[in-house]
């Protein structure tokens, strides 16, 4: 007998929680990953990705659950950099030939949406952060190469990418689809 009710809500909910697990922990992870460059960190935080996707699974509309779990992994990433006070995002070397190839054609275009989106929200900003966002998060500069680049002192270019962080942050929070992520 099918259990019915609340019951196989609660049953159906654990299976497409599981599902989601099997199918996006890998990718979940590399997403938590890039913006923490800590394997532990990375880990936690796609745990709290799948938790949060379970416990706002109601607002899920059944569309593209890739890129919903990829929106919740990026929230909860730039959630944990604003709390940590982190001042940078991995850009080494030895972290990109670390990553492994994505698996699929459908992850490559999910990569490509996610850096166009980035591009879009850098490119919404006014300067000098527009210019500054451009170059640290979506050309991975380091900020020495910034400094050179622009001539500006470090000091402030610091400031002017924490600034950026922060608005970027707002941009990617105003199209939050209204779950608890």
């Known amino acids: 007998m099918r259990p019915t009710g609340k019951g196989a809500i609660r049953i159906n909910a654990e299976q497409r929680l599981e599902h989601w697990i099997d199918q996006y922990q890998n990718l979940i992870y590399s ?4 913006f923490t ?4 960190d990375a880990e936690d935080l796609a745990q709290e990705t799948f938790l ?4 706002s699974m109601a607002y899920f509309d059944g569309g593209n659950e ?3 779990l990829c929106r919740i992994a990026t929230n909860k990433c730039l959630d944990y950099l604003k709390r940590a006070g982190r001042k940078s995002v991995p850009t080494d070397d030895e972290y990109f030939t670390a990553i ?12 490509d949406e996610v850096r166009q989106k980035l591009f879009d929200c850098c490119n919404s900003l006014k300067e000098p952060y527009k210019s500054v966002a ?40 105003k199209e939050d689809i209204g779950h608890g992520s």
Not at 52 to 55: L, N, R
Not at 100 to 111: G, I, K, N, R
Not at 155 to 160: D, V
């Open 100 to 111: 492994a190839a994505p698996d699929s054609v459908e992850e490559t275009m999910l990569e």
């Open 31 to 34: 997403i938590c990953y890039k």
């Open 37 to 40: 460059a800590n394997y532990f």
């Open 134 to 173: 451009l170059d640290y998060y979506y050309n991975e500069m380091e900020i020495g190469e910034i400094v050179h680049k622009t001539g500006k002192n470090i000091k402030t270019l610091q400031t002017q990418i924490y600034r950026a962080r922060g608005m970027l942050r707002k941009l990617y929070g």
């Open 66 to 68: 890739r890129a919903w």
């Open 52 to 55: 949060s996707a379970y416990k």
